[in-house]
C-alpha cells in the first residue's frame, strides 16, 4: 500500500456525520499540500491510526490508560511511514495490550478524525502541539486472551462495557463527538 492508496480509500470513506465529511475533505486537501503526511517529520500534523476493539460479542471495548494523556482511551499509534493504517491499528493494539490475535472486522476506515494534541514531554523531550489526522479501524480481539501492560505507553489495560468507555475518556471533544456520537452508535449497524 502507497500513499495514494490511502488517498483513494479517505476519498472513498462514506462519512458518517459533518464531523467526517469536513475532516475527511481537510485530510484530503493535506495529502495534496505536503509530502511528509505520515511520519512526525510533518510537525503541523501526520496520519495516526486507532482502533476501536471490541469483544466478540460486541458488548466491551479493551482500552488502554495512556500515560501522556494520562485517561483511558483507545490503542493506536502514529503511521511512521507506512500508508497501511489499518496494518498500524492491528500492531499498535498487539503492542500495547499484549494480545496475540486481532480479527478486523472490516478492513475499511471505520471512522475518520483529525485530533488536536497539546504540546507534552515524550522520552525527555518537547513536542509541540500538532494535529492527528486519524483513521479509526474497527477490530475484534477474544476478551479471555491475556493482557499486559506496555509500561512506556501505558499503565492500564482493561476491558469496558461499551456504556461505560465513553465515561472513562477525559477528553470531552473526544468523548462526545466520537465515543458517544459515533463510533458507539455506528457499532449497532455492524450486529
Known amino acids: 500500500m502507497n500513499l495514494k492508496d490511502l488517498q483513494r480509500q479517505i476519498r472513498e470513506y462514506v462519512p458518517y456525520n ?5 475532516d475527511k475533505n481537510t485530510m484530503l486537501k493535506y495529502i495534496n ?9 510533518n510537525e503541523y500534523g501526520h496520519f495516526t491510526a486507532s482502533a476501536y476493539t471490541v469483544n466478540k460479542e460486541r458488548t466491551k471495548l479493551l482500552m488502554i490508560y495512556h500515560n501522556i494523556y494520562n485517561c483511558w482511551t483507545w490503542e493506536g499509534g502514529h503511521a511512521d ?3 497501511d493504517l489499518l496494518g498500524t491499528a492491528i500492531r499498535e493494539v498487539k503492542e500495547e495490550t499484549g494480545v496475540q490475535n486481532v480479527k478486523a472486522i472490516t478492513e ?6 483529525i485530533i488536536p494534541v497539546n504540546g507534552h514531554m515524550k522520552n ?3 513536542v509541540s502541539g500538532h ?14 486472551e491475556l493482557l499486559k501492560i506496555q509500561l512506556d505507553e ?9 456504556n461505560e468507555a465513553a465515561k472513562n475518556s477525559k477528553d470531552y471533544w473526544v ?4 465515543w458517544k456520537k459515533k463510533l458507539n452508535k455506528k457499532l449497532k449497524g455492524y450486529k
Not at 475499511?108 to 478524525?113: A, K, R
Not at 483513521?135 to 480481539?141: I, Q
Not at 468523548?175 to 466520537?178: D, I, R
Open 175 to 178: 468523548k462526545e463527538n466520537v
Open 108 to 113: 475499511d476506515i471505520f471512522s475518520l478524525e
Open 154 to 162: 501505558n499503565s492500564g489495560v482493561k476491558w469496558f462495557k461499551l
Open 131 to 144: 494535529a492527528h489526522l486519524n483513521l479509526t479501524y474497527f477490530l475484534e480481539v477474544d476478551e479471555n
Open 81 to 83: 511511514g507506512e500508508a
Open 124 to 126: 525527555g523531550n518537547y
Open 33 to 41: 499540500d505536503f509530502d511528509n503526511v505520515l511520519t512526525r517529520d
Open 18 to 22: 459533518e464531523q467526517e465529511e469536513k
